[in-house]
């Protein structure tokens, strides 16, 4: 089975400072990974994903995670903050096959707090 | 535009009643789930659906009902045994064989008074 450990609930940076979100994760199989970003009182939108090929995985708006399977890692990280990046972001992983069917598991969140 | 609908957004209801949450999605898909989110504690998984007329139970299924009766639609209905229903309900949508990437509607926010 796979389990998703998100190792900090909330990271306040201020704004135009680099970030760090982290993510580990552990399965015996080969595995799917992603990155969701939740605003308030809404859905949770698909970040980036790690199916296979590079290990290094970029969003449309400046966000890079990277696959690291000797520490079972995801870890997600921005450059430069905005204002507007203040969300909470999940990890998830999956696995390709198996009694899971293909189900994501989530992590707890981290809660990432922009201050200007 | 495709996308999943869930309704209503905010929903308040007395101890005791059961309430049906309305999940709908026009993106073809095969799967559909429901979570539900506390603060802190991510996402759980209360049913999801692989086909439809089956369903499978998640990890907090009790005091919740599902039904498959069309593909485009998945509705949850929180009955009175679910001791703590208060939580925000998120519904979900993928393609099966696929990579897992999950499609979420907007939520539903439900609070027991």
């Not at chain 1, 595995?31 to 980036?48: E, R, S």
């Not at chain 1, 890079?64 to 204002?83: D, G, Y």
């Amino acid at each position: 089975a796979q389990s998703v450990t998100q190792l900090d609930s909330q990271v306040p940076v201020f704004e135009e400072a680099p970030v760090e979100l982290r993510c580990n994760y552990s399965s015996s199989v080969s595995v799917y990974l992603f990155w969701y970003v939740q605003y308030p009182n809404q859905g949770l939108q698909l970040l980036l994903k790690y199916l296979s090929g590079s290990t290094l995985v970029e969003s449309i708006n400046g966000f890079e995670a990277e696959f690291n399977k000797s520490q079972t890692s995801f870890h997600l990280r921005k450059p430069s903050v905005h204002i507007s990046d203040t969300a909470e972001y999940f990890c998830a992983v999956s696995a390709p096959s198996g009694g899971s069917q293909g189900n994501l598991i989530f992590g707890k969140g981290t809660k990432l707090s922009v201050k200007p | 535009d495709g996308g999943i609908t869930q309704s209503p957004k905010y929903l308040f209801r007395k101890e005791g009643q059961n309430v049906t949450l309305s999940c709908e999605q026009n993106l073809n898909h095969d799967a559909m789930y429901w979570y539900r989110q506390d603060p802190g504690q991510g996402l759980r998984l209360i049913y999801y659906s692989q086909i439809v007329n089956d369903f499978q139970k998640g990890d907090i299924a009790e005091g919740y009902s599902v039904s498959r009766e069309k593909k485009e639609s998945f509705p949850l209905t929180v009955t009175s045994a679910q001791k703590n229903p208060t939580a925000f309900y998120l519904c979900a949508s993928r393609t099966t064989g696929g990579a897992g990437e999950l499609f979420f509607g907007e939520g539903s926010r439900l609070t027991v008074l």
